[in-house]
């Protein structure tokens, strides 16, 4: 794996790289890494799969499942919500002046109330005080491994994905964070981002691969590029959308299903 953490360069500009550069959308790619995918997944899901569809997400390509305690999964879960919050924020150029409590007030209004924002609001002077330093900094982290946003960039955020295979016995599901196109451009210019408030491993390599995947699939045009931002660490990690990419994705779905077919 490579990263970036000292480097100057943000994510978005790595993603998007030099515009004299992109080369022509591949359109050949879907079909054979359908076939692929169906040939092999025929043989793994068997007949019972076909009343009761086996979904294949990202959590699903870890190879280990994290162990946390009640308390941190908890902290874990609203990190992760708040940063996705301030993800779609800075993509429209919003300014914060307090980050915990611009983001808890998005939140709130976009779900009303639910078990973790009154785990929030239980929280002891101390420990919110605490998290809310820990989602400034995060914040920060984010804002700056994005950088500046182009304005005559097409950015979509939480980009839901669905491909059904085999017959719908199995079912790909996704949501992309950031998907951002350039308006009025005959190159490829679609790009992939993932954020994580962890700090990147194995995992960060196949979430990125998975999300080039469903796209790929879905619109039948395969993605210039595809990356991950760790807000804890401030790494980043961008790869071209290659064909040997794709296809380790495809291997990566093929051992998640083995294993959730046959625990």
């Known amino acids: ?74 902290f874990a879960r609203v990190r992760g919500i708040m940063m996705h919050h301030a993800l779609r924020l800075l993509s429209v150029g919003y300014s ?41 900094a995060h914040t920060a982290a984010l804002r700056h491994g994005l950088g500046a946003i182009g304005s005559g960039w097409s950015l979509r955020s939480t980009v839901r994905v669905a491909n059904l295979l085999c017959a719908g016995a199995v079912a790909l599901r996704d949501t992309i964070d950031l998907a951002i196109d350039t308006t009025g451009n005959g190159a490829n210019s679609t790009v992939l981002l993932d954020l994580t408030t962890t700090a990147l491993d194995e995992t960060s390599e196949k979430i990125l691969r998975f999300h080039a995947l469903n796209q ?36 990566d779905v093929l051992e998640a299903a083995e294993r959730k077919s046959h625990p």
Not at 112 to 133: C, W
Not at 222 to 228: A, D, S
Not at 233 to 243: A, K, P, W
């Open 216 to 251: 790929t699939l879905r619109t039948g045009v395969t993605p210039l590029r595809t990356g991950v931002l760790s807000t804890a660490t401030g790494e980043q990690l961008v790869r071209d959308v290659t064909t040997e990419l794709l296809t380790q994705a495809v291997a």
């Open 96 to 136: 914060f002046s307090n980050p915990f409590e611009d983001l808890l007030a998005a939140w709130r209004c976009e779900v009303g109330e639910n078990e973790l924002l009154s785990f929030i609001d239980h929280l002891d002077t101390e420990d919110r005080a605490k998290f809310s330093t820990d989602i400034a």
């Open 1 to 74: 794996m490579t990263s970036t953490l000292d480097s100057t360069t943000t994510v978005l500009q790595a993603l998007r790289g030099n515009r004299a550069e992109r080369p022509t959308p591949r359109t050949g790619d879907s079909a054979i890494l359908r076939a692929a995918l169906e040939d092999s997944l025929y043989a793994i899901v068997g007949p019972q799969h076909f009343f009761d569809p086996l979904v294949i997400r990202s959590q699903d390509l870890r190879t280990e499942p994290l162990v946390l305690t009640t308390a941190l999964h908890s």
